[in-house]
């Protein structure tokens, strides 16, 4: 079974910094591209960045380019999200998704139930 | 950046009834759209991918259809766990949502 599970979440100031991870199971993790895609409270969809199965290709949205750093560790099964810089506009649940293959520009087959990340004074 | 139009925003309807979802792409994505949906307090789960093909699991009654830049959702003979909000997704050029569709019940 396909499980995603996120954390690193939590309450950080404007201008701060965070962690997120993902741990991935029961799928062979280096053969998929992996993205994180976020929700504002109340607000729908948006990718935030992909990483290749070797974690050589990496790619952002604009909105966190710069700011945002994505990596993976494939002997640990494990996807990273570093976020700096923070705003208020970065509040959202992130979501950790599967590629449904190799390629970083395709659907997602499976998803983790988030984590939610706030930024606030 | 290629924009996804979501008609219309709110659909409210009974159980039983079929459901019409549409999504518009602001230029082609081929067949490279999937279709998902969310309900309160959950991931979204993934429908439909490359336009018409279900996801393991999905039930027959969902489908969807169309190329280029006009696609559709359709929920044939609402259940009461269909009650949700959908989105549609394009991975042609990189990888945009629609704003999303809310199926509710009437």
């Known amino acids: 079974e396909v499980q995603l599970l996120e954390s690193g979440g939590g309450l950080v100031q404007p201008g701060g910094s965070l962690r997120l991870s993902c741990a991935a199971s029961g799928f062979t993790f280096s053969t998929f591209a992996m993205s994180w895609v976020r929700q504002a409270p109340g607000k729908g969809l948006e990718w935030v960045s992909a990483?290749?199965?070797?974690?050589?290709?990496?790619f952002y949205a604009d909105s966190v380019k710069g700011r945002f750093t994505i990596s993976r560790d494939n002997s640990k099964n494990t996807l990273y999200l570093q976020m700096s810089s923070l705003t208020a506009a970065d509040t959202a649940v992130y979501y950790c998704?599967?590629?449904?293959?190799?390629?970083?520009?395709?659907?997602?087959?499976?998803w983790g139930q988030g984590t939610l990340v706030t930024v606030s004074s | 950046e290629i924009v996804l139009t979501q008609s219309p925003a709110t659909l409210s309807l009974s159980p039983g009834e079929r459901a019409t979802l549409s999504c518009r792409a602001s230029q082609s994505v081929s067949s490279y759209l999937a279709w998902y949906q969310q309900k309160p307090g959950q991931a979204p789960r993934l429908l439909i991918y490359?336009?018409?093909n279900r996801a393991t699991g999905i039930p027959a009654r969902f489908s969807g259809s169309g190329s280029g830049t006009d696609f559709t959702l359709t929920i044939n003979s609402l259940e009461p766990e269909d009650f949700a909000v959908y989105y549609c997704q394009q991975c042609s050029n990189w990888l945009t949502f629609g704003g999303g569709t809310k199926v509710e019940i009437k």
């Open positions: 990483i290749s199965p070797s974690g050589i290709s990496t």
């Open positions: 998704a599967k590629s449904a293959d190799g390629h970083t520009e395709n659907s997602f087959d499976y």
């Open positions: 490359d336009a018409s």
